[in-house]
Structures are given as structure tokens and as C-alpha cells.
């Protein structure tokens, strides 16, 4: 009955993600937003509280599953003569007035949500998720194919391949170094992803803090919110942080960034997953054969590359949301309007579409293992790519006309090995130079590609 795929058919690929960032993680983190806000209002000196009434209010603020439940019946239909707020934090609010009563803390009801606006609430806690979804499941995913483009880098730095440029044959290269291409460009993405930082609002109704300043103009609002935003980041390496100067709510610009760095990294992988189709369509990289799949319902000889295939369309799905977030989360009419509202819940979407698709593509990755001879004998078949070489060492003889020459002997036909060493015996060549140029081979021919692929760069 699931509407979404990432609920039903990957929902076990996104459930660490969900326990994160889906909607009983959105309403316990509002119960302990509201909890740890009322402690600091008491150390800043704002309420007189005991000790053990601390205690208390912080073990309220790590509610039970349960509470989520009791959150949603006052919301939507009312509970205990609560009538349905159709408000998701005041209904948080009215959820902890109960517990309060229960705990014998009734006396502490009316600083509850004090001087607030949901906003604040809801974009501490969107913070918090989003920060904790990197951390913890997006960063890991990544760091896990960056790993495994490293292994295959060092496993085929030296095993040839035939490079293509307009899908046409080029000059050799090696499997290595192409899959350290795909590990150095992600590398960066990564280290970008690393540093991003999420911000958040928590200035009141506009931003002012105006109740606050009304009720107590002699705290330094702005430094208590810093300060209170901070604590959220004990033993965390990604950070959230306070917008200092906002509306009614927080301008999304850093989401924005981190959405553009994820749409960046995510195009690698759609970029390499393409290239992966391709060499396995070609017969240069071969799948593991799972025994019990089923590549086919009509033909059973078929090994598919769902694994690569899957991960391009769950890229696909996760960059048009982040693309329509960093367009749509950093514009808002005036102070305020909720249309954001609906796209903040669809934030872990994205989130789960690349979760998908990361794992499918690691999964992809532990299956395949390059055709090393196929692709031997596809760059000995082609020795019209020595060109380059031929051309160049021409040039250092003294030969303005080398392109020329063999761009005559080689555009647009097929070209044998004794077609290439009739020409270089039919040159004006010092014995030396002719011996070099013969001595040249296609499969030798990898320039530093090997060293590269080797290259530690991270």
C-alpha cells in the first residue's frame, strides 16, 4: 500500500535514513527543541527552576516512539479535550502541557514555546535532520563508492583500453586510470560535502525578536540564540548554524549549497554509471552472473546492468528535487509564505532517491570485473591510434608536415600494423629514429596512466 517506492520497494535500502529524517523524527526533534529551549531560558536566568525539575524537563525532552502517535491525535482529530489544532508544532506544544501536568510541571506550561514562532521549531529541527542525514548515511554512502573506485583504480592501472573521443577509437588507455577519473573528481565533491553547513533561524515571528526583546530587553538575544543553536553540535562534524539577520523564516541559501554540491556529485556517478553501461554493452567489463537472478522473464541467457541502470534514474529523480529546492526554497514572498512548507517534508525524498541509488551502484560495483584480454585485443586491432605518436616523434625530427602525412595514410581507413611500418621504412629517417618509431605498439602506448591511476591525489 506504500505510495512512494522509497517507502515500499527501497524501503529497506532508506530505513537508517527514514529513523533520521522522516516524520516521527520531524516531531520527536520538535518535543526535544521545545524541552532544551525551556532548560536554556532557565540557565540564561529567564526562569527559576530546580534542579531536579531540570532533570525532569530534560527526560521529557527524549520522548518515546509513542508520543509521535499522541502528537498527530491532537493535530488531527483533538485528544483529552484538546481540540484538532490542524497546527503540527502548536500540537507539539499542547502534547508537552499534557506531559508537563503529568510530571508535576504545570507550573512551567506558559514558557513553553515562549517569544517563538513555529519557524524557529521547525527550521532548528530541519537543520538538525538534514545535518544528520549527511553525516551519518549520504557521506558514508559516498565515501564507500569512493573507496571502491580507489580499489579498481589500483587493481587496472596497467590493464590497456581503448579510449574513445566522439565514440570513436583514440589512443589506449588503461581501465585504472579511468576509474581514477571517476575517484579524483568525486574526491573533491566530497570534501565540498564535507564542509557544508546548514543554517537555521530563531529570531521570533520576523526575525526581530520582537517578544523577546519586549519581555526581557536585557539579554542578548542573538548571542542566546547562537549559543543555544551551537549545542546541537556536540560530537558532530557537520554543523548547523544561526542565520543571524532573517524573515520569518530561514532563507535556505545553504541548503541551497548543499543541494548544488549533492546534484554535482551525483552527476559524476550518473556520469560513470553511463560509461560503466557502455563497456559492459561493448564486452570490456563482464558482470558476476547471481545465481537465482533473473535478468529476464523471456530470456534467460541475459545479465543485465540494473545495478547502473537504477542508479541513473534514482540520480535522475534526486537531482530534479534538489534542482526545484535551490530554486524554490530561497525565494519567498516578503517575510513569509508557507509555500515551503510542503517542500521541506520532501527534503528526505531527495535524500532517499540517492541513498538508492548509492547503493545500487556500490552493489553494481562489487559485480564487475574488466574483460582485460577482450580490451587487449580491441587496442591491437586498432593500431591506427600509434597516429599521435608517429606524428609527434615526426615533428621532433624536423617534419612540419608530419600531421599531414599521416592523416593520408590513416583518416577514415582501416590501417594494418604493416601498413604503419611500410610508411615509417618509406621515410628519410636516421636509423635510430626509424628503430624508435618502430619499436612503437598500441598496447604499450598508455603514457602515464598507469602512474596515475596509482597516484595517491586525496
Known sequence: MALSPLDGRYGESVKELAALAGEDRLILMRIKAEC????????????????????????????????????KLIETKGFKGIKATRHDVKAVEYYLRLAFEEKGLGRYSQWLHFALTSEDINSLCYAVMTRDALQEVLIPALENILSAFGKLAKSYADDVLLARTHGQPAVPTTFG??????????????????????????GGAVG???????????????????????????????????????????????????FDNLRRANMILLDFSQDIWRYISDGLIKQKSVEGEVGSSTMPQKVNP????????????????????????????????????????????????????????????SKIKPDTEYALQEVRAHPETLSEALQTLLRTYGRPDAYE?????????????KDIELFVENLDLTPPQRKKMLSLRAEKYIGLSAKMARKVYL
Open 36 to 71: 532544551l529551549y525551556l532548560l536554556a531560558l532557565a540557565e540564561r536566568g529567564v526562569i527559576k527552576m530546580s534542579a531536579a525539575d531540570k532533570k525532569k524537563i530534560l527526560s521529557l525532552s527524549e520522548a518515546p516512539n509513542s508520543a509521535v502517535a499522541t502528537v
Open 177 to 202: 586510470k579511468e576509474f581514477k577519473v571517476f575517484e579524483y573528481r568525486l574526491s573533491r565533491q566530497l570534501k565540498q560535502l564535507k564542509k557544508q553547513q546548514i543554517s537555521c533561524k530563531f
Open 208 to 258: 526581530c525578536y520582537n517578544a523577546h526583546a519586549a519581555a526581557f530587553d536585557n539579554i542578548d538575544w542573538t548571542k542566546f540564540s547562537k549559543d543555544f543553536i551551537e549545542s546541537f553540535n556536540k560530537g558532530r562534524k557537520s554543523k548547523i548554524f544561526l542565520w543571524e539577520v532573517s524573515t520569518q523564516i530561514d532563507p535556505h541559501d545553504s541548503y541551497a549549497e548543499l
Open 306 to 365: 540494473i545495478d547502473f541502470e537504477q542508479a541513473e534514474g534514482n540520480i535522475g529523480l534526486a537531482n530534479a528535487l534538489f534542482g526545484f529546492f535551490s530554486g524554490k526554497l530561497t525565494v519567498s514572498r516578503l517575510q513569509r509564505d508557507l509555500s515551503d512548507s510542503t517542500v521541506l517534508r520532501n527534503i528526505v525524498c531527495a535524500f532517499g532517491y540517492c541513498v538508492t541509488a548509492y547503493k545500487s551502484l556500490l552493489k553494481g560495483l
Open 405 to 417: 602525412k599521416l592523416k593520408a595514410l590513416t583518416r577514415g581507413k582501416k590501417v594494418s600494423a
